[in-house]
């Protein structure tokens, strides 16, 4: 497994397995550091070593703004799926399958639209085809909350926000231990990371990718959480509907699927992948 650090002007910090056939990129929702993919990395491992080290390449990075590359964020969508294909183009590993939690998804749309030699398969987890008003008001409420905290408030009400934003009811009861321990832990991250959140919240206020969607010619496979508030699963059906894309469901889950059924949420997207994967087979 390779790390590269980001520096300025530099690429994305990025992280890329030593093993494995198959390049597959996860881009982060807007929140996240490519470390928090580790739980739905495993099982992607664990198809690898079925497969005699064949199957999975796992490729990880950071958005400009995040954790691994601190400094301001593009306010644009396009704008970080330009710095994923500089990301792709210089790994050179050929076209890679994309799977993109929320703010991950929405780029991944838009780097599939825009380089369609880099993406030979498409999954959007958690991602509707546009903003909301509803959503637009979160997104404001968060950016008012990391303002007043760089200003000097308390950071954890951010979290506070995003708890009560991302996670189903159902989830924050039987985990209040492990959101106490995420709420701590948001309170003592830097101030640069909440500045470059700002700027990945600009880029996600009033979006609309139903032109680049129109454009997407890959398999695609969208990944819905019926109890998804900030996402709506309408509206993520109706990206599934501009992608021509297959749909899965997962039927409690929060916005944070990731975090709240990491393994239902590999499976989907294994099995989706398996299948193409047969596909590319030479026969």
Known sequence: MTNSPATSNALLAHQVDAEGEE???????????????EPVATPLRAVRAE?????????????????RNPGAAPEQLAEHAADVAALLHHLDL???DVVGASFGGLVGVELAAAHPELVR?????????????????????????IRDG??????????????EQFFSPAWRNEHAGEIAARRAQIATLPPWWFEGLLG??????????STAAARVRCPALVV????????KPVS????????????????????????????WMARAFIDFLAVLSVARTPR
């Open 23 to 37: 390049p597959l990129l996860l881009l982060n929702g807007g929140m996240m550091s490519f470390a928090a993919w």
């Open 94 to 96: 050929g076209p890679v």
């Open 200 to 209: 990945i919240l600009a880029a996600v206020r009033g979006y609309d990718v």
């Open 121 to 145: 398969s498409l999954v959007v987890a958690t991602a509707a085809i546009r903003a909301d008003e509803a959503m637009d008001a979160g997104t404001d409420r968060m950016s008012e909350l």
């Open 51 to 67: 497969n005699g080290g064949r199957r999975y390449r796992l490729i990880g990075c950071d958005f400009r703004g995040q954790l």
């Open 236 to 263: 993520c059906r109706e990206l599934a509907t501009a992608l021509r894309a297959d749909v899965v469901e997962h039927l409690t889950s929060g916005h944070a699927l990731i975090v709240e059924d990491p393994a």
């Open 224 to 231: 819905i959480a019926a109890g998804d508030e900030v996402m």
């Open 150 to 163: 760089l200003a000097g408030g308390d950071f954890a009400f951010v979290h506070d926000l995003m708890a």
